[in-house]
């Protein structure tokens, strides 16, 4: 009995020595998820229920709404007034196009009735020359057989020489008045030809008339109409999409929802419902399920021991469930005046999936 009890005391006073110099291991640490903070993605009230830390809260929840009751709706407002101007005025013009094109037709119907009156009317004045002509022609033939008798009749002694000086003067304006004649009937061709094109060349008016200069104005209006109208087609389209886009930005900045990304557990709440917030302020911490870290604090002896990518083990307290890890980051003791942290820690990813919604656990770590 006494030898058995011996060997206990032994075997004891080894596994202490063993457990004390040989295995590198940490008494402190504290399990808990990846640190999530929410911010507030714009300024003003946060619209949310309430919570409280230690709050489950499953990927895409919505924590809470950010609600800017002063947001900026001037240019959204000129927008709108600027799509109503566009559209009254577009409204307007096709108005206007529609009135000048109808103004258009009449006066090209009073221009075709102008030009076709002109030409009968020179039509009328051409016969008339024509007659005048044939009236010159004859007394140009009787004054030409006139002065043949009186030559004949001088040359007899039967006349005098100032009567046949008489019958000359009248065989030249017999002359002159078929030439002038002919002249009247030429111009009245050319007259004739020009209105029948549109073209009227008087000594007493221009080239075109005044119903066809109505018309080439009312034509230059309907071309400035269009010019106009298609300019006012091409802005609306425009304003729409930047109104549009105006809208979902002011939507974006007018209420904005705060999504929780993955899920976790609330750990700190940092504002309280119905308060004014800043963008970018944070709202609240959480503990990321599925991604559990370990912080464990070393001793100067573990601090040299333990490496990166090094497997560990962590036991909680209390409980028998063991936890693999692997660590992934090593912090030195920290000198900088004012940190809390005193000792150097390991960073260890948790391989199990089991609790690690759990935050603030502790317990102990046996690296290999």
């Not at 221009?111 to 009317?121: L, M, P, S």
């Not at 009247?184 to 080239?207: H, K, M, P, Y």
């Not at 399920?289 to 070393?298: F, H, K, Q, S, V």
């Not at 942290?341 to 102990?364: D, K």
Request: charged share 25%.
């Amino acid at each position: 009995m006494r030898i058995l009890f011996a060997m206990a005391i032994a075997g004891t006073t080894i596994w202490f020595a063993y457990d004390r110099f040989f295995v590198v291991s940490a008494q402190t640490a504290v399990l808990a998820g990846r640190t999530l903070i929410l911010r507030a993605p714009i300024e003003g009230r946060l619209d949310m229920p309430l919570r409280f830390p230690g709050d489950h809260l499953a990927e895409g929840t919505v924590f809470g709404s950010v609600i800017n009751e002063r947001a900026d709706t001037r240019r959204l407002a000129e927008l709108r007034s600027s799509i109503a101007t566009v559209e009254g005025e577009l409204a307007a013009l096709e108005h206007r196009a529609g009135g000048t094109s109808a103004l258009l037709q009449a006066a090209i119907g009073t221009a075709e009735a102008f030009r076709r009156t002109r030409v009968d009317q020179i039509a009328a004045r051409l016969a008339e020359s024509e007659s005048l002509l044939r009236v010159a022609d004859a007394r140009l033939r009787e004054a030409t057989a006139a002065a043949t008798r009186g030559q004949s009749l001088v040359r007899q002694g039967f006349t005098s020489q100032a009567a046949m000086d008489v019958l000359r003067r009248d065989l030249d304006v017999a002359r002159d008045t078929q030439r002038a004649a002919a002249e009247r009937r030429d111009s009245l061709l050319v007259e004739q030809a020009g209105a029948i094109a549109g073209i009227f060349a008087t000594d007493n008016a221009t080239d075109r008339s005044i119903s066809q200069q109505t018309t080439d104005r009312l034509m230059l209006t309907l071309v400035e109409v269009g010019a106009m109208i298609a300019e006012r087609r091409a802005r609306l389209p425009a304003l729409h999409r930047q109104a549009d886009r105006e809208e979902q930005l002011l939507a974006l900045h007018h209420e904005a929802p705060v999504l929780v990304p993955t899920a976790g557990v609330t750990t700190r709440i940092l504002v309280q419902p119905g308060e004014v917030i800043r963008a970018g302020q944070e709202i609240a911490h959480l503990a990321a399920c599925g991604e559990p870290i370990l912080t464990a604090e070393l001793d100067d002896r573990s601090m040299r021991s333990v490496r990166i990518g090094q497997k560990a083990e962590f036991r909680p307290s209390g409980s028998r469930q063991v936890l693999e890890g692997e660590v992934v980051q090593i912090i030195p003791l920290s000198l900088t005046p004012g940190e809390a942290r005193v000792r150097p820690q390991a960073l260890l990813r948790i391989a199990s999936q089991a609790e690690v919604c759990e935050t603030g656990r502790m317990g102990e770590v046996r690296f290999r």
